[in-house]
């Protein structure tokens, strides 16, 4: 397995990808996700390629005080090959490499085996409320 940044490229492919490991909801444009993250350099789609084939793909970005994740997903095919964990290590390196003292990210309440994943990683729940308020909507 080799993981590299993701390019222009790669988008359809990724989106696919999080699209079958379930992580896309109707609300969110996971391309234009997918495109502002490589426009910015606090940003970036991190890949997992096994025999020259996607299997896995984490966007991470750094927002001066924390770092974030978003849309880790693996090939539902390949799951259990510690490629969701390679993909953590190398967002963890990436948002390291840049000084953030800190990674977070979103896991859905009801995600009791998304949360095992990151619990088996050393990560803990943090007793905080997420709030938002949707800006595209105007």
């Known amino acids: 397995m ?3 940044t993701a ?7 990724t989106v696919a ?5 379930g992580l896309t909801r109707p609300w969110n444009d996971a391309n234009a996700d997918f495109r502002l993250a490589l426009a910015n350099e606090t940003s970036d789609v991190l890949l997992a390629e096994t025999d020259r084939a996607l299997a896995g793909a984490v966007m991470v970005g750094f927002d001066g005080h924390r770092g974030w994740v978003y ?6 095919a390949q799951r259990r090959a510690g490629i969701g964990a390679a993909l953590m290590a190398a967002a963890e390196q990436w948002l390291k490499a840049r000084g ?4 977070m990210f ?12 990151y619990a088996a990683l050393g990560y803990e729940e943090n007793a ?3 709030m938002g308020r949707r800006l595209d909507d105007d």
Do not use: S
């Not at 390019?7 to 492919?13: C, G, K, S, V």
């Not at 990808?17 to 490991?21: E, V, Y």
């Open 2 to 4: 080799t993981i590299r």
């Open 7 to 13: 390019l222009p490229a790669d988008e359809a492919a």
């Open 17 to 21: 990808l999080w699209q079958a490991a």
């Open 71 to 76: 849309y880790l997903g693996v090939d539902p």
């Open 100 to 103: 953030c003292p800190k990674i």
């Open 106 to 117: 979103m896991v859905r309440h009801d995600n009791i085996a998304t949360k095992a994943f």
């Open 128 to 130: 905080v409320v997420t």
